[in-house]
């Protein structure tokens, strides 16, 4: 099995090189899929990252729950620090927000957020792994994810409440049949790409 940096390189070709007008279509599959979760449904406070590069577009999640009265909070990145600090965020437009650190939009005003406080989390990876066999593990379920090598994100859901359910957002073309782990990885309880939510629950 290759090793994370070579596979976060391989990973991150797969996904650049899928057509940008089939990442749209997905994404919009993708949000609508997250939309209609449950656990979605009943949170009031909703964590989701702002998309950059070939990401999944997480726009439309953002724009419904700000629309339906939901509150949602985004990550912000402390370089060489292990503070997983989050924003709430009011709106999506450009002028609320800057370019920071590792060329992301951060939010002009900073309106922090408890982790305590949020109700489900939905997390960006590069490849993830979700064997039909796999059992669950103690920390959250049964796929693996391949990150960045930030470390912000095992941070961050070791951090949140038991009971927060901590989804990924990806592409099928994403899905890998193994990922080597470490005693810091944090699984996730279901990662949805553009054909709904796996392990298929």
């Known amino acids: 099995m290759p090793d994370k940096k070579t596979l976060r390189a391989q990973m991150q070709a797969v996904r650049d090189g899928l057509p940008a007008s089939q990442r749209a279509e997905w994404s919009r599959r993708i949000c609508a899929h997250a939309i209609n979760l449950p656990a979605y449904q ?12 070939s990401e999944v577009d997480t726009r439309p999640i953002i724009e419904h729950a700000l629309a339906h009265g939901k509150r949602v909070v985004a990550p912000v990145f402390v370089k ?14 450009d002028d609320e927000f800057e370019i920071g650190r590792f060329n992301l939009r ?4 900073m309106r922090p957020a408890a982790l305590a406080e949020i109700d489900l989390v939905f997390v960006p990876l590069l490849a993830f792994a ?12 049964r796929v693996c994810r391949l990150g960045y090598g930030i470390g912000y994100y095992d941070r961050l859901l070791g951090r949140l409440r038991p009971d927060t359910p901590k989804i990924g957002l990806a ?3 994403q899905r890998v049949a ?3 782990t470490e005693a810091h990885d944090i699984c996730l309880h279901a990662v949805i790409t553009e054909a709904g939510l796996l392990p298929g629950a």
């Open 42 to 53: 009943s949170a009031r406070l909703v964590h989701c990252f702002l998309s950059i590069r």
């Open 80 to 93: 060489g620090s292990v503070e997983t600090p989050c924003t709430e965020i009011l709106s999506l437009d």
């Open 106 to 109: 951060v939010p002009k005003i």
């Open 130 to 141: 979700a064997p039909e066999d796999a059992p669950a593990t103690s920390q959250a379920g």
């Open 171 to 173: 592409f099928a073309a």
């Open 178 to 180: 193994a990922l080597p």
